[in-house]
């Protein structure tokens, strides 16, 4: 019989896109919490290597940064409600804004996503993208994306 324990608190690393997997000297961009916030999940960390300016950033469906972390797939959208409308997807949790010196701080809350059940975010993926010029426009180029996994539970 399984038990299952309570997540308290998840974490993914985030690496540069790289074309194939497994690569030589992935370099470490990122590190993201996730954390329970009261009726929330807090998400913060720190992403280094930025162009300077906002970045869209989003929980994928997949955990497989393979192909230049295409292989992530789409933005997550558990209950499939609205798939079109981009602003409304519950993976779409930045964008996240890097300063001049290509560093941006994350300090995100979502209210949809989850530790369990459908809306889960363990064992996803979670990507920040090359610059975007407008936010609501077409998410653009994976610049690094990690696994989001759990680090406590209770
Ligand atoms: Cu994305």
């Known amino acids: 019989m399984m038990t299952s324990a309570e997540v308290t608190m998840a974490r993914a690393y985030l690496f540069k896109a790289v074309p194939s997997l497994p690569a030589n000297g992935m370099s470490v961009i990122g590190?993201?919490?996730?954390?329970l916030d009261g009726d929330f999940i807090g998400i913060n960390g720190t992403i280094v290597g930025l162009t300077p300016g906002q970045h869209n950033f989003h929980v994928h469906q997949y955990g497989d940064m393979n192909h230049g972390c295409a292989a992530e797939g789409p933005i997550f959208n558990p209950t499939q409600i609205n798939p079109n409308n981009y602003m409304s997807l519950a993976?779409?949790?930045?964008?996240?804004?890097?300063?001049s010196n290509g560093v941006a701080y994350v300090n995100l809350q979502s209210s949809i996503l989850t530790f369990n059940g459908q809306n889960s975010v363990i064992g996803r993926g979670l990507m920040v993208h090359e610059i975007v010029s407008n936010p609501n426009d077409f998410p653009g180029t994976p610049f690094g994306c990690g696994v989001?996994?759990?680090?406590?539970?209770?």
């Open 31 to 35: 590190t993201i919490d996730f954390g």
């Open 91 to 99: 993976g779409n949790i930045g964008p996240v804004m890097a300063n």
């Open 148 to 154: 989001i996994g759990i680090v406590n539970e209770k």
